[in-house]
């Protein structure tokens, strides 16, 4: 049985899949980005730490294109821009570029693999606030969870 989910052709890259189609596509996307992860950590263990940067971030960007299946692309994009998520959106795809700027740039290791962790760690807990974003008092519950004041 085909379920169709109300969706624009304008508004999907694929207007013809099933709903369960498309969460496949997501759950897809999600796994990719998740193995993308793993192999550079690997790289993180090799020594090679460029490598690890971008295919860490790019693990968390091919996540981020599954919810294209989701609602398509356009959709996205206005819902990522919209007034409410602009300063999140802003602060993940910060920490993305950070991230690889520091492993690109910091030549001593030590203080250079303590920085991409961090960096890295940032850019993992704006991925979690920029997805609570989507959820429904997702942030809220973030928010009462950890005690966060701001935003």
């Known amino acids: 049985m085909a379920l169709n989910i109300a969706l624009p052709a304008a ?3 694929c207007p013809k899949l099933t709903l369960f ?3 496949y596509g997501w ?3 999600l796994c990719i980005g998740v193995v993308l992860n793993l192999v550079g950590s690997g790289f993180w263990t ?3 730490r460029p490598a690890f940067a ?5 693990g968390n960007c091919v996540s ?5 299946f989701l609602m398509g692309p356009k959709r996205q994009c206005r819902r990522i821009t919209a007034a409410r998520r602009r300063i999140t959106v802003l602060i993940y795809f910060s920490t ?3 991230t690889i700027v520091v492993a690109l740039t910091c030549k001593q290791l030590v203080y250079c693999g303590l920085l991409l962790l961090f960096t890295m ?6 991925m979690v606030w920029y997805t609570a974003s989507f959820i429904p008092y997702g942030q809220k519950i973030l928010r009462k969870t950890f005690g966060i004041v701001a935003f």
Request: charged share 10%; net charge negative.
């Open 11 to 13: 508004d999907s890259c």
């Open 21 to 23: 189609e498309r969460i």
């Open 27 to 29: 759950i897809g996307c």
């Open 46 to 48: 090799a020594g090679n």
């Open 54 to 58: 971008i295919i860490y971030t790019s």
């Open 64 to 68: 981020i294109l599954g919810s294209f």
């Open 96 to 98: 993305m570029v950070l």
């Open 121 to 126: 760690f940032l850019q993992w807990c704006a």
